[in-house]
């Protein structure tokens, strides 16, 4: 169930999502309202949890952190306790910045940034140690083509 959007705010949500530390008065003059128009409706989207955070995105290369491994995790154990304990196994990893359920042959994708393949190989064995898994599987990133955590307000 989305929220119902004027071009206004797609205009303000596209600025934040570029550049979330734009002055106000500057989204203001872009966006061709007036500051406390402008103010209002960031006010609004921020309330009504459009906007869920406002975050620094880090360069991984800067930080030592090269190598990006897409892991895919099959199960065969699909109880409430099993998920709960999966849950508590990734939310306890760093390294591991993504989750996702998935349908078809693999039942996660996860989403790990580590410095080098040593580091990969410590991360697998602590994650393997803390949850039963029917099979993981690893790629690795070899080019990032696009990444962006800006989402497409085309459909709102």
Same mark, same amino acid.
């Given at each position: #169930?989305?929220?119902?959007?004027?071009?206004?705010?797609? !205009?303000?949500?596209?600025?934040?999502?570029?550049?979330?530390?734009?002055?106000?008065?500057?989204?203001?003059?872009?966006?061709?309202?007036?500051?406390?128009?402008?103010?209002?409706?960031?006010?609004?989207? &921020?309330?009504?949890?459009?906007?869920?955070?406002?975050?620094?995105?880090?360069?991984?290369?800067? #930080?030592?952190?090269?190598?990006?491994? +897409?892991? !895919?995790?099959? *199960?065969?154990?699909?109880?409430?306790?099993?998920? &709960? @304990?999966?849950?508590?196994?990734? @939310?306890? #990893?760093?390294?591991? *910045?993504?989750?996702?359920?998935?349908?078809?042959?693999?039942?996660?994708? +996860? *989403? @790990?940034?580590?410095?080098?393949?040593? !580091?990969?190989?410590?991360?697998?064995?602590?994650?393997?140690?803390?949850?039963?898994?029917? &099979?993981? !599987?690893?790629?690795?990133? #070899?080019?990032?083509?696009?990444?962006?955590?800006?989402?497409?307000?085309?459909?709102?």
């Amino acid at each position: #169930m989305g929220i119902n959007l004027d071009d206004f705010d797609r !205009s303000i949500l596209r600025l934040l999502q570029t550049n979330c530390d734009l002055p106000l008065n500057a989204i203001a003059e872009r966006v061709h309202l007036s500051r406390n128009a402008c103010w209002r409706r960031i006010k609004r989207l &921020d309330d009504d949890g459009v906007i869920r955070a406002r975050v620094a995105l880090l360069d991984p290369q800067k #930080m030592n952190l090269g190598l990006r491994v +897409l892991i !895919s995790v099959r *199960t065969d154990k699909h109880t409430p306790e099993w998920l &709960d @304990a999966f849950h508590k196994a990734v @939310a306890g #990893m760093s390294e591991i *910045t993504e989750v996702l359920r998935t349908s078809g042959q693999t039942d996660y994708i +996860l *989403t @790990a940034i580590v410095p080098d393949m040593k !580091s990969y190989d410590q991360l697998y064995q602590r994650l393997i140690e803390r949850i039963e898994l029917s &099979d993981v !599987s690893s790629s690795f990133v #070899m080019e990032e083509i696009k990444s962006t955590t800006a989402l497409p307000l085309s459909y709102v």
